[in-house]
């Protein structure tokens, strides 16, 4: 029953999150669905020090699905992966509950360090399209990673991340990414300061002009 129990929760993930659900038997198609599956049974293994069964469990599920979950990884309840293909999340990551990732997602080291060396995803954090996580450091919870961004140092809670490398652009976002699945609608950076760049030289333009004009009169007042 317990088996059967986290299926059905697993499935309603599916369903609450992926407007293109029709029906509950589509959901057995899904990749993320069969990788979350086999991943808890990877997991299983290598928690039993059974380290090669769990590594091949691993990784015939990843020519499978497309999707690489190292089975010595942790996570949560509530990983909801969509359209999961290039999804990389390394051995030593830490995924907190009601997670969502987009495809193309690593969550991945950046060299041959030991111990903690991949990241820590807080509660409720979305990770959009391409983007990278690298290191051993932490996502804060209601967190969002925009599309395309790389993440190489820390995330406050509540916070939006966009760019390579990832800065956040905005904090204190307190709304849920579980309920808000926009990975688009995101804070441009570039095109703030590129604007604020088009003001100042505007400005400047002016106060140029007003100059040049100003000297045009005092040298006619001097023939």
């Given at each position: 029953m317990g088996i059967i129990k986290y299926i059905k929760e697993e499935m309603q993930i599916v369903r609450e999150r992926d407007p293109a659900i029709k029906s509950s038997w589509e959901i057995f198609l899904y990749p993320s669905f069969r990788a979350i599956i086999r991943y808890r049974i990877a997991h299983r293994l290598y928690k039993k020090k059974h380290y090669?069964?769990?590594?091949?469990?691993?990784?015939?599920?990843?020519?499978?699905?497309?999707?690489?979950?190292?089975?010595?990884?942790?996570?949560?309840?509530g990983l909801f992966i969509d359209h999961g293909i290039g999804v990389v999340i390394g051995e030593t990551t830490i995924i907190g509950d009601?997670?969502?990732?987009?495809?193309?997602?690593?969550?991945?080291?950046?060299?041959?360090?030991?111990?903690?060396?991949?990241?820590?995803i807080g509660n409720n954090v979305l990770i959009s399209a391409g983007a990278k996580v690298l290191g051993s450091f932490t996502i804060g919870e209601n967190s969002k990673i925009g599309?395309?961004?790389?993440?190489?140092?820390?995330?406050?809670?509540?916070?939006?991340?966009?760019?390579?490398?990832?800065?956040?652009?905005?904090?204190?976002?307190?709304?849920?990414?579980?309920e808000d699945l926009d990975q688009v609608h995101l804070?441009?950076?570039?095109?703030?300061?590129?604007?604020?760049?088009?003001?100042?030289?505007?400005?400047?333009?002016?106060?140029?002009?007003?100059?040049?004009?100003?000297?045009?009169?005092?040298?006619?007042?001097?023939?």
């Open positions: 090669f069964l769990a590594r091949w469990y691993s990784q015939r599920t990843a020519r499978k699905t497309g999707i690489e979950i190292h089975p010595g990884a942790t996570i949560g309840k009601n997670v969502t990732l987009y495809q193309g997602v690593t969550l991945g080291g950046t060299g041959k360090e030991h111990g903690k060396r991949h990241p820590t599309a395309g961004s790389v993440v190489l140092t820390e995330v406050p809670p509540n916070s939006t991340v966009v760019g390579v490398p990832g800065r956040v652009v905005k904090r204190d976002n307190v709304k849920i990414p579980r804070p441009d950076p570039v095109l703030n300061e590129i604007s604020a760049l088009k003001k100042e030289n505007a400005y400047l333009k002016e106060k140029v002009a007003k100059l040049f004009d100003r000297l045009d009169e005092l040298e006619n007042k001097r023939k």
